[in-house]
């Protein structure tokens, strides 16, 4: 009888040991009621399309190839989402295609339609297009730029020209988010066959018979909009040309819940607790996960798996780990493991998402041009200006986009 007695005592003891060493102190955390409200996308009125009608861009538009095929099914496809649809060419003007049926235009679209068209087509001014594009671009609108991207041919003074056109490009975006600040955008690049002259510069040019040039497709319209388009309609596939793509929103709020180590939650606050001390892992610390909807960034999913895109303001708290959201709960996307140690565990918490810079393949599909003024066909002159302005323009004077929570004795 006393042995049995002994040895409940003993294993109440033991597991009182483990609880401790699981629980710690008394402490919980909270975070906003409203933190995991979706973000709400409106209603997509219109879809208006803009091609380009430069002369850079005659070579793509031979019937049947790549640059009409995927243009043609990505715009289906978004048009499908909306009410109507409209399409313009453009260059220094807007140029209205007031009957426009996109099946007969795609399956006739050629090098006579740009000319017949009209306008200004002997130089590119894309600071001008985006702006005219932009301000017509209302709350319940989708635009679509289709675009080569292809600065005026430079001089041999090629960064001189490039730098001046970034700082134009970046000046005529900033004015026109003063007046739309949700403005969000993502630049899709392709490649099609191409078919004529391609100037590297105005000293050189090259005869191309259907080698692949890339081209982009640029979707502008509020940012809570476009998070919602993109996740209903995928980008165009690899069989339709597609290379890559990079997304621009400026700060977005982001819906998010908070768990602690073993997965419990509640509607804005939970049980904070310890993690035990393993040799892997030395130390007192408590362990929070950060479950999150990160669509609104508009950034692909494995690119937000980066421990290196995600800080925190206060001293202490580490990323241990950055993964997709396996769980059940609705819209999130991503999960954010935080070891924050015992002795920082107290008051508020934030954790930033860094904005999009330009990524390795805008700086490896720019076309530096040699001292004799060649560059390389499947490169576009100026690409790291064009879209670096577009990054300096959605930089965030009010911040990252944030998550915050708190840790408060109970």
């Known amino acids: 009888m006393f042995m049995r007695i002994r040895g409940r005592i003993l294993l109440f003891v033991l597991m009182s040991s483990l609880f401790a060493s699981g629980c710690g102190d008394s402490k919980e955390l909270r975070w906003h009621p409203d933190s995991s409200r979706p973000v709400e996308a409106g209603h997509l009125h219109a879809v208006q399309l803009y091609v380009e009608n430069t002369g850079s861009m005659d070579g793509y538009v031979k019937r ?52 017949a068209a009209g306008g200004d087509r002997n130089s590119s001014d894309i600071a ?110 690899a069989e339709r040309g597609y290379l890559n793509h990079v997304a621009y929103t400026g700060a977005v709020r982001i819906p998010y819940t908070v768990e602690n180590m073993l997965g419990r939650s509640g509607d804005s606050c939970c049980e904070c607790l310890l993690a035990r001390e393993t040799r892997s892992n030395p130390g007192t610390r408590y362990e929070v996960r950060l479950h999150m909807d990160l669509s609104p960034l508009l950034r692909s999913a494995s690119s937000l798996l980066a421990d290196s ?14 993964q997709r959201y396996s769980g059940r709960g609705p819209g999130y996307t991503h999960t954010v493991v935080l070891h924050i140690p015992q002795r920082d565990a107290k008051g508020a918490f934030q954790l930033c998402i860094a904005p999009e810079g330009l990524p390795d393949w805008v700086y490896d599909s720019t076309d530096e041009l040699d001292d004799q003024g060649y560059g390389y066909v499947d490169r576009t002159a100026g690409l790291k200006y064009t879209i670096g302005a577009v990054a300096e323009a959605f930089g965030r004077p009010d911040g990252d986009t944030n998550v915050q929570f708190s840790i408060n004795n109970k």
């Open 64 to 115: 049947g190839g790549k640059f009409s095929e995927a243009v043609y099914d990505y715009t289906s496809r978004l048009a499908s989402l909306a009410d109507t649809l409209g399409f313009s060419f453009i260059n220094r003007t807007v140029i209205p295609q007031r009957r426009f049926d996109i099946d007969y235009f795609f399956k006739n679209l050629d090098v006579e339609a740009f000319r």
């Open 309 to 322: 895109l995600y800080s925190t303001v206060q001293k202490g708290p580490v990323v241990t780990k950055v």
């Open 128 to 237: 001008g297009m985006l702006s005219q594009i932009i301000r017509r671009t209302d709350s319940s609108t989708l635009s679509i730029f289709v675009s080569d991207c292809v600065l005026d041919p430079p001089s041999l003074e090629a960064a001189e020209d490039f730098g001046r056109s970034q700082v134009a490009i970046r000046n005529s975006l900033k004015s026109c988010m003063r007046e739309t600040p949700d403005l969000g955008v993502v630049i899709i690049q392709l490649a099609g066959e191409f078919y004529g002259n391609h100037f590297y510069s105005k000293q050189q040019k090259v005869s191309l018979h259907g080698e692949l040039r890339p081209y982009y497709i640029w979707l502008l319209g509020r940012k809570q909009m476009l998070a919602s388009i993109v996740q209903r309609e995928p980008l165009p596939s």
